[in-house]
């Protein structure tokens, strides 16, 4: 009865830290490849073009954000004081729940971004001057991570 | 504001044709038309390939010596391209040495100095001398009785030795013959330094020249260019009547026009203006007033107006100024981009001024809207406490709040409420939550912070949730500004009955919003004011359904204006959201300028060295967050200005740069 009573209490706390790791895991791993797209882009293009290395670390930073909206989001939560002893079912599934969203979202946007970046910069190495275009649409798959990130910061103040 | 062009025709006999180009060069205001493009097989071919030259050796000289300044006496340019090009070869051929010579020295160390002619007597008398190598394990101690060997060196694991043996003699060792080298270690090595010293030699020389290059090398790609923008200029002109007479088209501005007509009645060349006509590509000069030309360059970046259209750039100014300030959201990192604009723009280049007066607009905007959540460097300026007082319950006293509720909070004077949340919590449960909400802005104003400072402002600060709405209330302002714009845009070009529909859409949304949320919030009752909330949503489908393309009948217009309908809903609903990302992102650049006053701030207690940790930590994570928070906002505005304003403000674009044909300064 007694371990019972200690699973019982402990699931929410586990759904809560389950959480937290996937919204770092997921977004981190996201930011991290995508800017490996970029950089691995820029040094194929530096062979033909390499007068704007600065605009390709630029187009390269940019899918690094999703890893901050990610550790933004653990903060938020992290920092509000909900995940402790006292943690009711329902905030440790919303904190999973948030985790769960923010995460997958902003490994794909990353992801995807990395992929507009990298052919942004290619095409740059090719002589097309497609900056400001590539900073255009490359900030189109970034919004869904902004978004997912405004959710985790709005399920914070909720529960 | 697009500046005002004509379009001149000339039309000039073959022989006074490059008189007329050369004064209309000199005068410098002329877009010539461009209808043929010039390519490397005709007869410029030279000097495009020139040009390419130059440009490389200017780069390679760049990389070489990144912060030389130009000589004032530039020399011949080609001479100076030749000079430079063969120091290059110079050098890379020495380079190449130095490779070589470091393989034979790899191969001739084990063997230290010898002296060849010995070798070549011991030859002469009937003796060979051969070198090996093997591993040190599998070196064979008899070797040594058998035979005549000799211990050179040794080295990783490994012995090198020589054998000498009388010619026709061959000894069976299992080792890795080498052959003897050429020369020895020393005498390698004094080459190799031969070489170096001529290397350090030639780039002194290269040095020592490079500011005169430079300058040389920069006129001729100005003299080759110019050369280049002539002929493709003459190209440009169509001919007639067996190639007598000449036809060039060229835009002026109109206020450059009075130039252009003196030049024209001194010279031999008749010409006919004509005003610009849609489809044809016109330069387009944008015209703007101080503040708004600095926003330009970035209008440019996404493309130029057509010239009918309506210029945007000082109608998305302003807010691209506020958008910037709201993303990054810190009143300290605004404060920082004015203060640095100030030295930086002391040492820069005069063209870059204006965009570091618009860093400094940014950091204005990014001080208000820093200072509107409550942000300075990350420290959180609302929950900065809260403490009820003396002065306090004398503040609300004279602002009328009533006796009774003011002597109940003044039970809690003394008590520290860490932030506005606990503050606003505590106070409801004493005096009731109908009670704190009539008088919150005094009772928020009247409470006493940590930093006595922030007290006459605090209570204007707005917390997360107001924020996100504050972002949502730019965004449906945008969106309406926009479709305001686009009703003038749209009468403009093609005359004010084809905007109808668009003003059906604003009174549409203005309705809507006034009525539906006047009603929420308890300003309108829509009960009272049934028939002019009716009246305005049966004028505007009128308008939407009905007026939206005079063109078509009546049927067409009722599917075109389903079709529209489709359109709006589903864009404006998605239009609003995305200005979402203004309140993330300030929410986010806060969050991470906080983290690293929570790490600097825990290094503190670390013994001795604490505060030089915590001012690296401190300078370091702020400088970092600055960095890519201001990337963020400067590119998240631009997409809420190219896609979401553009979009609903009608934005065609299409206009082509204004290229006066003109000598290079």
Sequence with gaps: METANVLTNSVPLIFAYVGLALMLLLSGIGSAMGVSMGGNATLGAMKKNPDVFGNYMLLSALPGTQGLYGFAGFFVINSSGVVSDQITMLQGVAILAAGLALGIVALISALQQGRVCANGIAAMGQGNNVFANTMILAVFPELYAIIAFAATFIINSTI | ?665
């Design chain 2, 1 to 665: 504001m697009i500046a005002e062009v004509k379009k001149y025709t000339f039309l000039v006999h073959h022989s006074d044709y490059s008189s007329l180009l050369d004064s209309l060069r000199d005068l410098g205001v002329v877009h010539i038309v461009e209808k043929r493009k010039l390519d490397e097989n005709s007869t410029v071919g030279d000097d495009m390939k020139a040009l390419k030259k130059y440009r490389e050796a200017i780069r390679k000289l760049s990389a070489l010596l990144p912060d030389i300044t130009e000589e004032d006496n530039p020399a011949d340019p080609s001479e100076a391209l030749d000079e430079f090009r063969q120091l290059l070869t110079e050098i890379e051929n020495a380079r190449y040495q130095t490779e070589i010579l470091d393989q034979e020295a790899e191969k001739a160390l084990p063997w230290g100095d010898f002296d060849k002619n010995i070798i070549n007597k011991l030859k002469a008398e009937g003796w060979r001398v051969r070198l090996f190598t093997c591993p040190e394990k599998k070196f064979d101690r008899k070797w040594e009785e058998l035979y005549h060997v000799e211990i050179i060196s040794r080295n990783k694991g490994r012995l090198y030795f020589a054998l000498i043996h009388k010619e026709g003699e061959d000894p069976d060792l299992k080792a890795d013959e080498v052959n003897i080298p050429e020369q020895t270690i020393s005498t390698i090595n004094t080459q190799k330094e031969k070489v170096e010293s001529k290397i350090r030699e030639l780039e002194s020389l290269i040095e020592q020249k490079a500011p005169l290059w430079k300058a040389s090398l920069n006129k001729g790609i100005e003299e080759t260019m110019s050369r280049l923008q002539y002929v493709e200029a003459a190209e440009q002109a169509d001919k007639y009547a067996d190639d007598n007479l000449y036809v060039l088209e060229g835009w002026i501005p109109v206020s450059e026009e009075k130039g252009l007509q003196k030049l024209l009645e001194k010279s031999d060349c008749y010409s006919f203006v004509s005003e610009p006509e849609p489809g044809e590509k016109i330069p387009v000069i944008l015209q703007n007033s101080k503040f708004a030309s600095l926003f330009e360059p970035i209008a440019k970046l996404f493309a130029l107006p057509a010239y009918s259209e309506l210029d945007l750039t000082p109608f998305f100014a302003p807010f691209f100024m506020l958008f910037f300030g709201f993303c990054l959201g810190d009143a300290g990192y605004g404060l920082i981009f004015i203060l640095a604009g100030f030295i930086v723009k002391r040492k820069v280049d005069k063209k870059y001024k204006p965009i570091i007066t618009l860093a400094q607009y940014f950091g204005v905007a990014a001080l208000f809207m820093g200072l509107l959540s409550g942000t300075f460097f990350g420290i959180n300026l609302i929950d900065s406490g809260y403490t009820i007082t003396e002065h306090s319950v004398r503040y609300m006293n004279n602002a009328g709040v009533p006796d009774n509720t003011v002597s109940l909070l003044d039970q809690t004077r003394g008590v520290h409420f860490d932030t506005r949340k606990s503050f606003s919590e505590g106070i409801s449960q004493i005096i009731g939550d109908d009670s704190f909400n009539k008088h919150k802005r005094v009772i928020l104003k009247s409470a006493d912070s940590d930093i006595p400072f922030l007290n006459t402002f605090r209570h204007l600060m707005l917390d997360s949730l107001n924020m996100f709405y504050l972002a949502m209330l730019l965004g449906a302002l945008q969106i309406i500004f926009g479709m305001a714009l686009k009703v003038v845009n749209i009468s403009k070009q093609k005359g004010f009955r084809y905007s109808l529909s668009t003003i059906g859409w604003i009174v549409l949304i203005l309705t809507l919003s006034v009525f539906q949320g006047g009603n929420m919030l308890g300003i309108v009752n829509i009960e009272n004011l049934r028939l002019l909330y009716l009246s305005l949503i049966v004028i505007a489908g009128v308008l939407i359904f009905l007026f939206n393309n005079p063109d078509k009948n009546i049927f067409i217009r009722l599917g075109l204006g389903l079709w529209d309908s489709y359109g709006i809903i589903t864009g404006v609903f998605g239009d609003l959201l995305s200005y979402i990302r203004l309140f993330a992102l300030g929410i986010s650049s806060s969050i991470l300028g906080f983290v690293f006053n929570e790490i600097s701030a825990q290094l503190l207690s670390v013994k001795y060295v604490g505060w030089l940790f915590f001012i690296i930590v401190l300078l370091i994570g702020h400088s970092l967050n600055i960095a890519i928070a201001a990337l963020g906002s400067f590119v998240h505005p631009m997409r809420l200005t190219f896609v979401e304003f553009y979009k609903n403000a009608g934005f065609t674009g299409g206009g082509i740069e204004y290229k006066p044909f003109k000598i290079k300064k």
